[in-house]
């Protein structure tokens, strides 16, 4: 029998050498399960299940805040730890710089930006409020959100009120627009001759609602404003080709729908844009036209960079496109049985190019935050409950190891309380 060293060794050169080895195989030390190829759609997904370890104690929900990453990535993850905690200043000194600009490369290209046009940094906040914060802002300037946008680059946006005495202008964007039209307009009407920046979200947080930012940004650049773009819960849920969007800024976290580990995100800025914004903090780079003077943020956790590389291997094995029908068809499995029962409201349009994997649903009697409560105690189903702006309801974001028997679970949970109520 191998002793517990010669056991960890193995379990390190394992993980370095395989692409995707799933964690239940490598802890037993047996070999991989069975390959990715299978006969049927169904028997693929029950396939990508077998990559993640799941939680017993309940049906899991919640995937929006952090979509956790699937054990194959987590076995890449713990060797590049190990690799950097081995070679220690040496790998700090020496390729820390060079490998995470080849990842930035590969990223750029997976999300239709160019290396030269991206920063890889630790969230989707960070990337956005770079831009909000760092925007050469001038007394009387205007800015544009929604209602809907999340709240700390909302909060941000108000700090630059104090700060420069820049003014706001909230929009509300409707549950059910009758068209991309209607959301246009709804953003154009808030334009005036002092307006700078807008802020739009590719998807909404809370609802799941997908808005037409080409359209929007096709609008706003007629008026001089930039658009700025909160793609949080975009890429690696469905394609996104950025360039296509023609937008100005464009933030998003990477530990979300990427399955990148936790404390990962990216920022583009438009070529001609970056010469515009100031640095949160200084840099050695002082070229002005260069994106990497807006990313310094000292001694970083360099194999969370290493791991978006394994992410993207992993998303490319399964297919964006393949993804993004999984979770829409998760989507509307469950929701299209919800949206016509007495005392349950889908807080999502039912469009399919308005929507993917998210949706918001909620019983009119019920508060949200009790509704989310009462699914994780009686029924051991986890989720979130939202009661703000136009929305209230549990965010229910299924992933791609969620299987209709789980979502059955959670209709008839959801069926019970409406009448219950």
């Keep these: 029998m191998m002793n517990k060293r010669q056991f960890l060794t193995n379990i390190g ?3 370095f050498t395989l692409p995707f080895l799933p964690y239940s195989s490598v802890v037993k030390g047996a070999a991989p399960t069975k390959s990715y190829v299978t006969k049927t759609e169904d028997d693929f997904w029950l396939r990508i299940r077998e990559d993640y370890l ?13 979509n956790f990453i699937p054990t194959p990535i987590m076995m890449k993850y713990i060797d ?25 490369d590969r990223l750029a290209k997976f999300v239709g930006s160019t290396p030269e046009e991206l920063v890889i940094t630790r969230n989707a906040t960070e990337s956005l409020d770079l831009i ?7 007394k009387g300037d205007e800015a544009i959100y929604a209602l809907q946008d999340y709240g700390s680059m909302k909060d941000h946006f108000e700090l630059m009120v104090k700060k420069y005495g820049i003014k706001t202008a909230v929009v509300d964007v409707p549950n059910y627009p009758e068209s991309d039209e209607e959301l246009v307009a709804l953003y154009e009407k808030a334009i005036t001759p002092k307006t700078r920046l807008m802020m739009v979200s590719h998807m909404i947080n809370i609802t799941g609602h997908i808005l037409p930012i080409r359209k929007i940004c096709d609008m706003a650049h007629k008026y001089g404003v930039e658009v700025l773009v909160d793609g949080a819960h ?36 438009a070529k001609d844009k970056i010469t515009k914004i100031w640095p949160l903090f200084t840099d050695w780079e002082n070229d002005s036209d260069l994106i990497q003077r807006l990313n310094h943020t000292g001694t970083l956790p360099v194999h969370t960079d290493l791991a978006v590389n394994d992410a993207l291997d992993y998303i490319e094995m399964i297919g964006i496109e393949r993804k993004q029908e999984r979770l829409q068809f998760l989507q509307k499995y469950w929701s299209d049985k919800l949206r016509n029962e007495p005392n349950i409201t889908v807080n999502t349009p039912v ?39 136009n929305v209230k309801g549990c ?23 409406a009448k219950r109520s």
């Design 132 to 138: 909000i914060g760092g925007y050469p802002w001038k």
């Design 351 to 389: 469009e399919m190019q308005r929507s993917c994997g998210i949706a918001n649903v909620g019983i009119s009697s019920m508060d949200a935050k009790e509704l989310a409560a009462q699914l994780l105690s009686e029924f051991k189903i986890f989720t979130v409950g939202v009661d703000y702006a």
């Design 80 to 104: 590049h730890l190990k690799m950097v905690n081995y070679e220690a200043s040496y790998y700090m000194r020496t390729v820390q710089w060079d490998n995470k600009a080849s990842v930035r």
């Design 234 to 269: 975009c890429i690696g849920h469905f394609k996104v080709d950025i360039k296509a969007l023609n937008c100005d800024y464009y933030g998003t976290s990477l530990h979300k729908w990427l399955s990148v580990p936790l404390g990962s995100g990216m920022l583009h800025v």
């Design 13 to 15: 050169k394992a993980a």
């Design 395 to 417: 965010r229910i974001t299924p992933n791609v190891y969620t299987t209709t028997d789980e979502l059955d679970s959670f209709v008839t949970a959801m069926k019970t309380m």
């Design 54 to 66: 799941l939680k017993p104690d309940y049906i899991n929900l919640e995937n929006g805040y952090y």
